[in-house]
């Protein structure tokens, strides 16, 4: 095999004396250096080449490292290049067998190794250009998070949130440049959290502590209707948890939930693995915004809402693994349009209210098979002085898997 012609270099706030002589001579070998400016100042005394800054956008950073094929090219990156690094990024267009890498300790690591925290006990996070919401369906009681901030504003605004969602008792261990001369770690609770002058380059340590009133998203589907803000149009705790595990999510999939009133399974879905992702589509303007708030407060902030009628709205999407439709479903088109774009062996699942929507659904099961399935949920309520059952709505279900 030919002498890759790439090498990243992860590199630490220690500069080249953390380095490994590996690292070292990678850099002092390299004809060109790409990193960012705190990187290449970091490694200028190993760089014997010519040192290229990344540019903006960086999305053009990957375009100026692949023509450079053929010589002797260095990427310096933060800590382990491939733990939230630009080695993942850069594997996406290089083979890893034209490809060296020699990691550094991450952030991480680091933070991990001060406070004395099994990291394979601890949720790593990286909050960098990323929404903070994303920490919400970590925040448990007892639990240990990394969180890895864009910049100085970072811990405050996580304090904030913490603070807002009842978790303000909870601890933030602040490091700031971890391994470099200008290491600090400071801690404070996070409604008193009033730190200041924290380096932009920091890592947040979280231990959970929750308030009575603390908004906890349990881990099993079929979360409380109260959770979620809406109008009356959500599929019921107790459905929601049946349609879910009917739509059986599996890592890396994408669901269509076609009218989504409050966007409930989707939010679930997405809730079930970070790899999953969901589209929400919904003709309601109102509750197409009251989506996007829902997958905010409940930490997937990347549900995508689509604000438009099926079936036109369903043109140009990504296939989808599944197919929720909890409405709309007796509109023309509809039901046609999502059995075409489901992929081969993907999900679908339909539930009925009204007679149309069950006749339509009758309809489909005569012509694809599948499974029909009646769902009837009662809930005991105060009768007079007593208690009787109250019946919900009965839900009509048809589960199919397309063949």
């Known amino acids: 095999m030919a002498d890759p012609w790439l090498?990243?270099?992860?590199?630490?706030?220690?500069g080249v004396p953390g380095l490994s002589p590996a690292a070292r001579q990678a850099i002092e070998a390299a004809e060109i250096v790409f990193g960012g400016a705190r990187h290449l100042e970091l490694a200028a005394p190993a760089i014997r080449g010519a040192?290229?800054?990344?540019?903006?956008?960086?999305?053009?950073?990957?375009?100026?490292?692949?023509?450079?094929?053929?010589?002797?090219?260095?990427?310096?990156?933060?800590?382990?290049?491939?733990?939230?690094?630009?080695?993942?990024?850069?594997?996406?267009?290089?083979?890893?067998?034209?490809?060296?890498?020699?990691?550094h300790a991450s952030a991480f690591s680091l933070a991990a190794a001060r406070l004395g925290w099994a990291l394979q006990d601890v949720i790593s996070l990286s909050l960098h250009g990323r929404p903070l919401d994303l920490i919400r369906p970590h925040l448990h009681p007892a639990a240990r998070i990394l969180a890895l901030t864009?910049?100085?504003?970072?811990?405050?605004?996580?304090?904030?949130?913490?603070?807002?969602?009842?978790?303000?008792?909870?601890?933030?261990?602040?490091?700031?440049?971890?391994?470099g001369a200008d290491e600090r770690v400071r801690s404070q609770m996070a409604e008193l959290f009033a730190l200041t002058d924290i380096n932009p380059l920091n890592i947040c340590a979280v231990t959970a502590v929750p308030l009575p009133d603390a908004r906890i998203?349990?881990?099993?589907?079929?979360?409380?209707?109260?959770?979620?803000?809406?109008?009356?149009?959500?599929?019921?705790?107790?459905?929601r948890a049946l349609t879910l595990a009917a739509l059986a999510p599996r890592r890396?999939?994408?669901l269509w939930d076609i009218g989504a009133g409050s966007g409930s399974i989707g939010i679930e879905w997405m809730l079930a693995d970070p790899s999953l992702r969901a589209i929400a589509i919904e003709d309601n303007a109102a509750r197409a915004e009251r989506i996007a708030r829902n997958?905010?407060?409940?930490?997937?902030?990347?549900?995508?809402?689509?604000?438009?009628?099926?079936?036109?709205?369903?043109?140009?999407?990504?296939?989808?693994?599944?197919?929720?439709?909890?409405?709309?479903?007796?509109?023309?088109?509809?039901?046609?349009?999502?059995i075409a774009a489901l992929r081969p062996g993907g999900r679908l699942v339909a539930n009925a209210v009204t007679l149309e929507m069950e006749q339509a659904l009758l309809a489909l099961h005569t012509r694809h098979g599948g499974d029909l399935v009646r769902l009837s949920i009662a809930h005991a309520e105060p009768l007079g002085t007593m208690t009787g059952w109250r019946p919900a709505m009965p839900i009509t279900q048809w589960r199919w898997v397309k063949g």
Request: glycine share 12%; proline share 7%.
């Open 217 to 239: 998203l349990p881990l099993t589907p079929g979360l409380d209707d109260a959770l979620f803000e809406h109008d009356g149009q959500i599929t019921k705790r107790d459905i």
């Open 252 to 254: 890396h999939e994408t």
């Open 51 to 103: 040192p290229h800054a990344w540019p903006s956008p960086f999305s053009a950073a990957i375009d100026a490292v692949l023509a450079e094929k053929g010589r002797n090219v260095c990427v310096l990156a933060s800590g382990d290049p491939f733990h939230y690094g630009v080695g993942a990024t850069l594997a996406r267009h290089v083979d890893a067998a034209q490809m060296r890498v020699i990691p």
């Open 150 to 179: 864009s910049d100085e504003h970072g811990p405050a605004a996580l304090a904030k949130l913490l603070t807002e969602a009842g978790f303000g008792r909870s601890i933030i261990t602040v490091m700031e440049a971890l391994g």
């Open 295 to 338: 997958a905010a407060s409940f930490g997937v902030p990347d549900l995508r809402v689509i604000t438009g009628r099926a079936p036109e709205a369903l043109a140009g999407l990504d296939a989808p693994h599944a197919i929720f439709i909890g409405g709309g479903g007796s509109e023309p088109g509809v039901m046609e349009t999502a």
């Open 7 to 14: 090498t990243i270099v992860g590199i630490g706030e220690d």
